[in-house]
């Protein structure tokens, strides 16, 4: 249940509506380690947030930055 408060945070833009509403958005594939902290992006989490661009008719932009989320990327295409 952790991730539920983090996913309403990080889709919060996906529910602008009108002229604010985005075309496009990123959607990072997998987590990420910085040199002082992490930027966790639990599959489930990246599930939702690509299915909310879907109901909503917002193309993802995939942020890719290593083979583990390229794999994950064809996990969704292959969901879809």
Do not use: W, Y
């Amino acid at each position: 249940m952790a991730a539920r408060p983090e996913l309403g945070l990080r889709a919060a833009s996906l529910t602008l509506e009108g002229e604010q509403k985005p075309d496009m958005a990123s959607l990072t594939l997998g987590s990420v380690n910085f040199s002082s902290e992490a930027s966790v992006s639990a599959p489930s989490t990246v599930m939702r947030l690509a299915a909310i661009m879907q109901e909503r008719g917002i193309r993802p932009e995939p942020e890719v930055f290593d083979l583990g989320m390229v794999n994950f990327a064809k996990v969704l295409i292959d969901k879809d």
